[in-house]
């Protein structure tokens, strides 16, 4: 276990410091939500997906679908670290020409499906858990949600869907960092209690500190959390974890750092060159 | 229609395993059929078309060949971004199914109407749109889109519908039926406005008028060569379809202004304004020349 985390954690730095150097090439917005879930996908990538690779559509890899879709540049960035494709591809995210667009592509290896448009994600992972079941297969779903994306409705009706169809190899991940687009979940369109409206529609919750790989690790390496439902974990974040300057600020769901910042928050990351 | 449309679904699912049927909580006294059979294939979703458009995209990710099913404008219209982006962006191997297009529950008012479904659907990408003439071209339109891979939307009518067809004929995507030779004139049906169009063109053939018919089953892609053969070979075409704008009518329009082609050109479709009131589904089409006295007019008002 402690290797394991000394391992995630220094690929949540290298995650967080590619992601940094994108959006600062790309001069593109969304860094902060990149940064809060940061150490989800490390512990994810780090140690939990059954994946391969050099075989991204291997049948029975575990699926795992960014419904947030703009943050686009860490899960870039976690799969080329991963192998998936040469991490010189980053640098072309953005880019006139490049595969690596602003909000998740499927045309680039390693990623499921595309999205951007918030309230997707988790029906096509109910697609995809409810034929694992059918099909006697043992991969799993995991399907990343932001907070504010909880406000589409769309999203309702497959947290309803899996409670009903007892999908125990569905999981989802709120990346619950509190700041929507424009302003606070809490001022926008409240959520709580978030952990008692999952609870209520059949699915089993764990609350975690989203930035803890020993939290992080420990409930992923416990799934299901209840034989005969979903799981849902919710990871308490913070958006722009990391960057002192960043953090708990609404400006850097747009902004992107000058060279200037861009130094200062990879000295403060530490152990990236 | 959509009897013809189960029926064979349920031949095509005993050889190919594949195939999935998801079903918005709709399709009392249709869908039982296939649930009953291949209830291992078969999911009612639930009154959530949004889940279910989305669901059959994860399925066909998964390597399902999925239909969703429900009526009018609910598995197109309620869940037109999970269409686009989940189904269309990904060419996920979904095939949607209306039941009830056009006016066929004229009489429960416009919410029920399927008269937007051609044009919508039309213009996404990778969707192949099909709306067939009668039960046989129904049967033969669910074969074809199990064996085409891709996006496809299947536009049906209700039930009770005639059958046009007096034998089977050679079905392809993207290829006009011709049901009758003629050089006048060219009527052009889509979906179930082909009885009509045919009893119009006997009735015009009493007139010693000519009329060519075809069955354009297949909006997108558009048979460009029948469309092209019909402006240089009778002396205009006229356009059918239960459906507003943006349909048929511009479809063919669009191929006649590419290619330069000054044809006489009538479109008869629905206007773009809400019904207001109830009726039948012959009696809403009728208000709007959907009929083979409109159709008649509008032939010889081109012929002079």
Not at chain 1, 94 to 113: F, K, M, Q, R, Y
Not at chain 2, 139 to 154: F, K, M, N, Q, S
Not at chain 2, 224 to 232: D, G, I, P, Q, S
Request: with cysteine.
């Amino acid at each position: 276990m402690q290797t394991n985390i000394v391992t995630t954690a220094d690929l949540a730095r290298r995650i967080r410091a590619h992601a940094l150097r994108m959006v600062h090439r790309a001069n593109a917005s969304h860094i902060g939500t990149c940064l809060s879930m940061a150490d989800l996908l490390a512990c994810l990538y780090g140690g939990i997906l059954r994946v391969r690779p050099q075989e991204p559509h291997w049948p029975q890899r575990d699926r795992f679908l960014l419904s947030k879709g703009h943050g686009a540049a860490i899960l870039y960035a976690v799969l080329a670290e991963r192998g998936f494709f040469p991490t010189e591809w980053l640098e072309t995210y953005c880019a006139d020409g490049s595969l690596l667009t602003g909000h998740i592509s499927h045309h680039v290896p390693g990623v499921e499906v595309s999205t951007g448009s918030l309230g997707h994600g988790l029906s096509i992972g109910c697609g995809m858990a409810l034929a694992g079941k059918r099909d006697g297969a043992d991969y799993r779903v995991f399907v990343m949600l932001s907070d504010g994306e909880l406000d589409e409705g769309s999203n309702w009706e497959p947290i309803l869907f899996a409670g009903h169809h007892r999908l125990d190899n569905l999981v989802a991940m709120v990346d619950y960092n509190k700041i929507q687009s424009f302003g606070s979940v809490a001022e926008v369109l409240g959520l709580e209690p978030l952990k008692a409206k999952w609870e209520a529609f059949g699915w089993a919750v764990r609350e975690i500190d989203g930035h803890d790989h020993g939290q992080i690790l420990s409930a992923l390496q416990a799934l299901p959390f209840q034989e005969g439902r979903p799981s849902v974990l919710i990871a308490h974040t913070v958006k722009g974890k990391g960057v002192s300057y960043m953090e708990g600020e609404l400006a850097w769901h747009y902004r992107s750092p000058n060279a200037e910042l861009l130094q200062k928050a990879l000295d403060e990351l530490g152990g990236c060159q | 229609m959509r009897t013809a449309f189960i029926e064979e679904l349920c031949d095509l699912a005993e050889q190919e395993e594949r195939i999935w049927l998801l079903c918005g909580d709709l399709g009392y006294s249709v869908l039982e059929r296939f649930r009953d059979r291949f209830p291992n294939r078969y999911v009612n979703v639930g009154v959530a078309e949004q889940n279910m458009t989305g669901m059959a995209a994860g399925l066909a990710m998964c390597g399902k060949i999925v239909f969703t099913y429900s009526i009018a404008n609910f598995p197109v219209l309620r869940c037109l971004e999970q269409i686009r982006n989940d189904v269309c962006y990904h060419r996920a191997n979904v095939k949607i199914v209306a039941v009830g297009g056009g006016l066929a529950y004229g009489a429960q008012g416009y919410t029920h109407h399927g008269v937007e479904d051609l044009a919508v659907m039309r213009v996404l990408p990778e969707m192949t749109v099909i709306a067939p003439g009668d039960p046989i071209e129904t049967r033969l339109a669910t074969r074809a889109i199990v064996r085409h891979e891709g996006p496809c939307y299947l536009r049906l009518g209700k039930a009770g519908e005639p059958t046009v067809h007096l034998a089977e004929p050679n079905f392809e995507i993207g290829k006009a039926i011709k049901l009758r030779e003629g050089n006048h004139i060219t009527l052009i049906s889509i979906g179930g406005m082909l009885a009509t169009v045919v009893k119009a063109a006997e009735r015009l053939a009493e007139d010693d008028i000519q009329a060519r018919v075809l069955s354009m089953h297949t909006l997108t892609p558009l048979d460009r060569e029948a469309v092209l053969a019909a402006a240089t070979e009778t002396g205009g075409i006229i356009t059918v379809e239960e459906h507003g704008v943006g349909g048929l009518a511009s479809a063919v329009a669009e191929v006649l202004a590419a290619e330069g082609c000054t044809v006489p050109f009538r479109a008869l479709h629905l206007p773009r304004k809400p019904a207001s009131h109830a009726g039948s589904q012959e009696a809403l089409r009728g208000v709007h020349g959907l009929s083979v006295e409109g159709i008649m007019t509008a032939a010889k008002a081109i012929l002079g």
